[in-house]
C-alpha cells in the first residue's frame, strides 16, 4: 500500500470515510472500496462510512447499506478521508466531521482540488478517484466485492471508457479488476445505462418532439414542465437526453431545453468541434466544458431562445 496512506491510516483507531453532495459512481465507489478494504485489512480499526443518500441504483454494492447518512450520528475521529471531493464545501454536512477530526486526507482526481486537507492526494491525469484509489492499494488484497466498487467508479466518471481522461493505465487497471470475478456487464449497465421507465418516456418524448436546424448540425428539443408532471419525472430523470441528442448523425450542438418551473429554462448544451457551448451558456450566466455545459433563463420563451442559441452555434460554425 501507498506509504502515506499506510502511515496515516497507522496512527488512527477511528477512521470516517467522507464523500461529496449528491455523491456519484466514482464517489460511493471510491468510499465503499475504501471502506471494504479497511474492513479486510485492518479489522481492528473503527471506520465509518458517511455519505449523503446514494441512488438506489449503486445498491449492488457491498456495504451500501452500511452508509451512515446522519452525520450527528458519528463523532469526530482520529482520521478523515475524503474521496472524489474536490473542494471543502462539497463535504456538505459532513463538514463537522472532517473540521473536527484529529488528521485528514484528500484522496481526488480534480484539478482545480485547493489541497484542503492535512494530505492531499490528487492526481488529475486519472480517470476516475477509483482509479487512483487502485494505485494505492495493494492489488493483492483487492478482492470481488472492492473491484466491483472500484470498477463502477471507473466506468461512470469515464462514461464507460470515452472521456478524454481514458487512458491505457485506466484500461490496464479495469483489466485487472476485471480479473478478480466482477460482473463488467451487469456493472456497466446497472451504474451508467439503465434508466427508469419514466426516464425512458421522458427521453423518447424529448425525441419524439426534436427539431434541427442550421442543416441539421443543431438539434434541440423542449420539454415543458406540464409533460414532466404528466410522466411524473423529476429533474434528474432528464439525465443523458441531451447526450442523446448530440449522437445525431450530422449533429455538432445539441440543447435539451427543460422547464424547470413555470417560465424558467434549463439549458442542457452538447457539441462537437468546433462548437464552443461554454461559451453559450456564458451569455446567460451559466457555464460548463467545451462540449458540455448549462445555463437557467427565466423571462423568455423557449422558442425565442431557442433562435438566440442556434443563431450563435451558427456563428461558431461558420467561421
Ligand atoms: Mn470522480
Redesign the pocket.
Known amino acids: 500500500m501507498n506509504a502515506i496512506l499506510t502511515e496515516k491510516l497507522e496512527r488512527a483507531k477511528s477512521i470516517v470515510l467522507l464523500g461529496h453532495v449528491r455523491p456519484?459512481g466514482?464517489?460511493v465507489g471510491?468510499v465503499l472500496a475504501m471502506y471494504l478494504y479497511l474492513k479486510k485489512t485492518a479489522p481492528s480499526k473503527q471506520v465509518t462510512v458517511c455519505l449523503e443518500k446514494p441512488l438506489e441504483k449503486f445498491n449492488y454494492l457491498s456495504g451500501f447499506s452500511e452508509i451512515v447518512t446522519d452525520a450527528d450520528a458519528v463523532s469526530a475521529p482520529d482520521l478523515a478521508v475524503a474521496l472524489?471531493v474536490s473542494d471543502k464545501g462539497r463535504l456538505g454536512g459532513f463538514q463537522r466531521l472532517f473540521d473536527d477530526a484529529k488528521d485528514t486526507l484528500n484522496i481526488?482526481?480534480?484539478i482545480t482540488n485547493p489541497h484542503f486537507a492535512a494530505t492531499t492526494i490528487c492526481e488529475p491525469e486519472a480517470s476516475?478517484?477509483?482509479e487512483l484509489l487502485y494505485t494505492l492499494l495493494d492489488s493483492d488484497q483487492v478482492d470481488e466485492p472492492i473491484a466491483a466498487a472500484l470498477y463502477t467508479?471507473i466506468v461512470?466518471?469515464s462514461g464507460v471508457f470515452k472521456y478524454g481522461s481514458t487512458s491505457a493505465r485506466t484500461m490496464r487497471i479495469a483489466g485487472e479488476l476485471m480479473e478478480k470475478g466482477i460482473p463488467f456487464g451487469e456493472i456497466i449497465d446497472g451504474a451508467f445505462y439503465r434508466k427508469t421507465f419514466v426516464q425512458n418516456q421522458i427521453m423518447g418524448l424529448a425525441l419524439l418532439h426534436a427539431v434541427e436546424n442550421a442543416d441539421k448540425t443543431v438539434i434541440y428539443s423542449i420539454v415543458t414542465e406540464a409533460e414532466q408532471r404528466r410522466l411524473g419525472t423529476v429533474h434528474a430523470d432528464l439525465d443523458g437526453i441531451s447526450e442523446q441528442l448530440r449522437l445525431t448523425a450530422g449533429v455538432k450542438c445539441a440543447v435539451l431545453c427543460s422547464e424547470m418551473e413555470p417560465g424558467s429554462w434549463k439549458l442542457s448544451l452538447r457539441s462537437l468541434e468546433p462548437v464552443d457551448v461554454a461559451a453559450i451558456a456564458m451569455r446567460y450566466g451559466g457555464g460548463g466544458h467545451i462540449r458540455a455545459a448549462g445555463c437557467t433563463i427565466v423571462g423568455k420563451r423557449a422558442e425565442e431562445i431557442m433562435e438566440e442559441v442556434i443563431r450563435a452555434a451558427e456563428a461558431q460554425l461558420h467561421v
Open positions: 456519484d466514482d464517489c471510491s472524489d481526488d482526481h480534480h476516475s478517484t477509483c467508479g461512470t466518471d
